[in-house]
């Protein structure tokens, strides 16, 4: 392909011509024609927008800066003429510095690009009959009108060859490309145009003349205005029709268009709505089953034993706990964890359980289902086989292109940028990096989990508790809940400055990497940045489930961090609502402030931009200047709304056994996103350079880590974090003979027997409390739910037989739950394949009638040409062989 590009696009580019021989592109003034898509002569279509600042207007640079600036500019619209394409100039209305350059690119332009880029274009119409579905009749009630948004023409598509132009659907060559394709063609050429020759190294594209200011803006145009139609006929007003019956908030509940969204911005954002809703309709089964468990929750609490022995005046207002940090913190009453308890029973139920299996399975058939739905996607929308034949090299790549190797499969040579020794070094380099700036983020949660221990001492001494006090504040304001909150909101913060420092980091580590293609790039940026938010997102969460509260030792003998600070205990609810708590936090923060920075940013500085320019004049402004004053969609495109999707569905299914109502918030999350998402394309944002996309790219994999990792850290909360097996080992054990002494399975007692006995008398001046004990009482009970054997025992203070019951019980209840998930999940991916039967079949019919419909013209040709041959064969024959007398 590069070998290609240089026989094609290089030779284009010829020397730099003189300034006497420079091409200059037409002025015209503006026309007062505010919807016109169209240069002055009303027939040529304008496909893209170049925006420049006159030079000589300028005042910020130096008279020679501004002189190469303008050089520069000259040189790269000059051989874009060369190339073919047409210019138009305009000043701008509002402002008299800016200048905007119109391109046009003629019909042979297009036909000779769309060739080189391997562009599928129509041969015929889809004869293919579709069976309705027996859902259509409900489906319809959600669908656009077809009546406003009409269905798009279902066409047999090939890579278009203008030797075979009279095979293609041609009805008109006006409309024969799209909008959308004739932007990415002119784009194509714009990246790869040169502007300035320096040390025998060509520098083209239009990206590094906006890194450098030389243009301020390269954008192809919105067809309309967002609030009205057209006013210019020739226009079709789709993005009026695409805020109207798409983006608007009234259509909450409808299904996307998503054909006509592909139509007028690309698959790649085609793809991205489509993946979002189908990840949406998919959340609203997981929400229904998730509301189910928590009502079952809600329902049982009051029948919840345990959490009764803990309320009660007799049982838990007699059990005095030992302190929770050393010197600072006095003893407590186990009725403090009343209400925490309480709480506790909704989420740590039985239905946790079955929600937790459920979601393993759920997350199964949604990545099942969506690579049968993107395969779908892929026959309609053409990109089946894009990435073979259609992805063209990044310019960034090709510049770099310097060495020449022997390809080992066509013999030949070929150019690329670094050696496999550079090659070597390069990755050696970025992965170091990697690791280096993963580690870093480890270092912050090392830095979180400090503070949380040396702030509990402080909060200790401040809201100190004492066991006949009665303040209702105590019920709810513990030093763990005080501690918990404000780490969790410093960790949000953390994270939040983080990403914008590991963004950056991640850029230049990948273009240092020059992957070759723009699916390369990123999917190697893609990878990068979720290995950096895995990390920086989900680290504090998988400290509270899986390692506070677990290695504290007890009273006597406590766990030290750093040889300093005394190990965390969990709240004395327990580490699953401190684990709720932590994901509520980072889940709703993280919300809030991506709607501020995706939707009320852009609006702001568009609301400014408008009124600014409203003050300083009332004329009639073009299409090109009100597409001008809206915001950049930015080079990474829609790259934060997967990374933000993504992490949610990391939340729903890593940790949703904690939070069974985590999938309808998801849900009501995604709902309002699609809405927002399409509102600020829509409305706020340039139109976007329409690119090709056959998948949602890295990310596919993405999601099936998280679901095989989901799997295991939702048994290991419920083994490790939650108390249900230690109930169940309980109530199936230890509550009946030879263990217990209840005559029947019984859930009464269960407080008592988990709650070890500790001596006062044998606290270490180090650890030793500095309040009174009251009462006289000489020993209080340990860490909740610990499992020692009590003082004067021969093995005091060790781990006694019913831990090690509930340790078998944890770890056989992990093996179990993960290999009948996994079994299930395996035989969901085999039974369900990745591509329908039907798509199947339209894939093989597509290339049969392509096929034959080309080789029967060919052949047709050939008879036609042969024919016109052998007649002059046969009479040249006939004059040769004709006998003298005649």
């Avoid at 790649?268 to 979002?276: C, D, N, P, R, V």
Wanted: hydrophobic fraction near 40%.
């Amino acid at each position: 392909l590069v070998l290609e590009l240089n026989r094609v696009i290089i030779p284009t580019y010829g020397t730099v011509p003189e300034q006497k021989n420079l091409h200059t592109p037409e002025w015209v003034d503006f026309d007062d024609k505010p919807d016109s898509l169209f240069f002055k002569d009303g027939q040529r279509r304008i496909d893209f927008v170049l925006v420049y600042e006159d030079e000589s207007k300028k005042m910020t640079h130096k008279r020679s800066d501004r002189k190469k600036q303008k050089r520069k500019r000259q040189v790269y619209e000059s051989n874009l003429i060369n190339n073919g394409l047409q210019l138009e100039a305009t000043r701008s209305v509002l402002d008299e510095k800016l200048i905007f350059v119109k391109v046009h690119a003629p019909w042979e332009v297009l036909c000779t690009y769309a060739e080189v880029m391997h562009i599928k274009l129509p041969l015929q119409h889809d004869d293919l009959k579709t069976r309705d579905s027996a859902f259509n009749w409900f489906s319809r009630l959600f669908r656009v009108d077809e009546n406003i948004i009409k269905p798009e023409q279902e066409f047999f598509t090939a890579p278009f060859q203008k030797e075979h132009l009279s095979n293609f659907y041609i009805q008109d060559k006006d409309t024969f490309f799209n909008p959308a394709t004739r932007s990415r063609i002119v784009h194509f050429i714009l990246s790869r145009v040169e502007y300035a020759t320096k040390n025998n190294v060509k520098k083209f594209g239009i990206n590094k003349l906006l890194d450098t200011g030389i243009y301020k803006a390269a954008f192809p145009l919105h067809d309309s205005s967002f609030r009205h139609p057209s006013t210019d006929p020739n226009c079709p007003s789709e993005r009026y029709l695409l805020y109207r019956e798409w983006a608007h908030p009234k259509n909450i509940f409808k299904l996307q268009p998503l054909d006509f969204i592909r139509k007028y911005y690309g698959e790649k954002i085609g793809i991205y709505f489509a993946w979002l809703g189908f990840y949406t309709n998919m959340l609203t089964v997981a929400a229904v089953v998730g509301v189910g468990c928590f009502l079952y929750g809600c329902l049982t609490k009051d029948n919840c034993t345990w959490s009764q022995e803990v309320c009660d005046p007799n049982i838990g207002g007699n059990i005095i706990m030992c302190p929770q940090c050393d010197k600072v913190c006095t003893y407590w009453n186990l009725t403090i964890t009343c209400e925490s308890s309480k709480k506790l029973c909704i989420f740590d139920s039985f239905g946790t359980l079955v929600f937790a299996v459920f979601m393993g399975i759920w997350v199964t058939f949604f990545l099942e289902f969506w690579k049968r739905r993107q395969a779908e996607l892929e026959y309609e929308w053409d990109t089946v086989e894009y990435l073979e034949q259609e992805e063209q090299v990044r310019p960034e790549y090709e510049a770099r292109c310097t060495h020449i190797v022997m390809n080992e499969i066509t013999q030949q040579e070929e150019h690329v940028p670094y050696t496999a020794w550079g090659k070597c070094v390069r990755m050696t380099f970025c992965t170091s990096a990697i690791f280096f700036w993963i580690l870093l983020i480890i270092a912050s949660v090392v830095g979180i989990i400090v503070y949380r221990l040396s702030v509990f001492l402080v909060f200790s001494a401040t809201l100190s508790q004492h066991i006949s006090g009665t303040e209702a504040i105590r019920k709810y304001l513990t030093p763990q809940t005080a501690t918990s909150v404000t780490a969790s909101l410093i960790s949000f913060v953390v994270i939040m400055i983080l990403n914008i420092i590991y963004e950056k980091v991640a850029i230049l580590i990948t273009d240092f990497e020059l992957p070759r293609t723009q699916t390369d790039y990123e999917n190697s940026l893609t990878t990068k940045m979720f290995l950096f938010q895995f990390v920086n997102y989900y680290s504090s969460c998988f400290y509270i489930a899986f390692f506070k509260g677990k290695f504290v030792g007890h009273p006597g003998s406590p766990v030290y961090w750093l040889g300093k600070y005394r190990n965390e205990e969990c709240d004395p609810g327990g580490c699953l609502l401190e684990l709720t708590t932590q994901l509520a936090i980072i889940v709703g923060g993280k919300a809030i402030w991506n709607n501020i920075q995706e939707v009320l940013l852009p609006l702001v500085k568009n609301l400014i931009g408008r009124y600014s320019a409203a003050a300083r004049s009332e004329k009639v402004v073009p299409r090109w200047e009100h597409d001008y004053h809206l915001q950049p969609i930015g080079k990474l495109g829609l790259f934060y709304e997967y990374l933000e999707m993504v992490i949610q569905f990391g939340f729903v299914t890593l940790f949703v056994a904690s939070f069974p109502l985590a999938p309808l918030l998801a849900l009501i999350n995604n709902m309002l996103e699609i809405r927002l998402d399409a509102w600020k394309l829509t409305t706020q944002f340039r139109r976007m350079v329409p690119q090709k996309a056959q998948d949602i790219g890295a990310w596919q994999p993405i999601l099936q880590g998280i679901a095989i990792l989901a799997v295991v850290t939702n048994a290991m909360i419920i083994a490790f974090t939650s108390d249900m097996i230690p109930r169940l080992v309980y109530y199936w054990s230890f509550s009946v003979p030879p263990y217990g002494s209840h005559s029947s399975h019984t859930m009464k007692g269960y407080i008592n027997s988990t709650l070890s006995v500790f001596n006062i008398s044998d606290f270490k001046n180090a650890s030793k409390p500095f309040s009174p004990w009251f009462g006289n009482q000489t020993t209080c009970r340990q860490v909740y739910r610990d499992l020692r054997y009590p003082p004067g025992h021969q093995h005091q203070y060790e781990h006694n037989i019913y831990y090690w019951h509930v340790i078998a019980a944890k770890l056989a209840f992990i093996i179990v739950l993960e290999h009948v998930i996994y079994f299930v999940k395996f035989i969901i991916s085999y039974v369900i394949p990745d591509v329908s039967q039907m798509t199947k079949s339209k894939v093989k019919r597509e290339k049969y009638l392509t096929q034959k419909l080309l080789h029967e013209n060919d052949l047709k040709g050939v008879k036609k040409n042969m024919g016109k041959i052998a007649d002059k064969i046969v009479k040249g024959a006939d004059s040769t062989f004709r006998p003298k007398d005649e």
